[in-house]
């Protein structure tokens, strides 16, 4: 049987991972008797835990929400997701770095040997590669977040691709991450549509203390307009593509920063491509690999053969390749003396 102190360990664990715990689960689920778990119970109360209790059919425990917060049980795999999450966090997201690192200094102490070499395995053997200044910071990012969650109307000012500012007034509903990059997805009052935001290009962010009407956006029609928003919209050089093939087996293969790719009928599916540049854009059709017909874009069709002829002419230009063998190290220059 476990020892007191490790059973309130236990139990805390326990109420933390379900909102509600029938009283006769949780004592089976520490193998006591449910006049211990009443005085376990008591135990928590005492070390700040604010744990509720109600009566009755259906009646058991609840961990609430108190004015401090209680220490955290975590078991071995949460403490390990815990940490490699800080880990990677801090490259993307800025303004949370020395809190990461505190966090993650208490987490060390806590963890016992064999958890902080796993936890700290990723980091010690991975080569940080320049990314760049990290692209969102957390208390943009917190704010977004709580004003989707509470549904309340905020203003900005943001930057469009090309530089240009503007204020805005909007009704946000979700946040979406993609690689290194957040967006939001909210109802712009100043163009009366839903429009896709980057966040790093967000300042100046303001709650208006109104709230949002109602809104009966589908999930998946918010997740269409997240990848046309990312993948399409937003790039001056645009085309569509039709791609032999069923949507399900297309997407499996296609990257989904590629382009949205659409179910056009049972054999074929179109696919929307955007690119800063002609060059850009005949890279990523290249990059497909299948034959594509072209439905819309015919006015870069110039621009797109004139990247074309430039490949070409690299490629004719090139020399032809050396017979196969073991490369050489290039060697070092000789130090003067």
Known sequence: MLSTSARLLRLVSLLQSRRHWPGRALADRLGIDPRTLRRDIERLRELGYPVQASAGVGGGYAL??????????????EAVALAMALRAATATIGGMEDTALRLLAKLDQMLPTRLRRRASALHGVTLSVRMGEALVDSGVLTALATACRDRRVVRFGYRSHDGTGSAR???????ANYGRRWYLVARDRNRDDWRTFRVDRIDGLAETGECCPPCSEPTAEVAARIEEGIAYAPFPC????????????LAAEIPAWCGVLEPEDEAHCLLRVGAETPDALLAQIAFIGREAELVEGHQHLDALRAAADRLQA???DAPPARAAGRLRPRAAPARPR
């Open 64 to 77: 609430g929400r108190g004015a401090d917060l209680p220490p955290l049980a975590l078991d071995d795999e």
């Open 169 to 175: 007034i909007a009704e946000p509903l979700r946040l």
């Open 238 to 249: 645009r085309a569509t593509l039709r791609l032999r093939g069923r949507a399900e087996r």
């Open 314 to 316: 690299l490629l004719a």
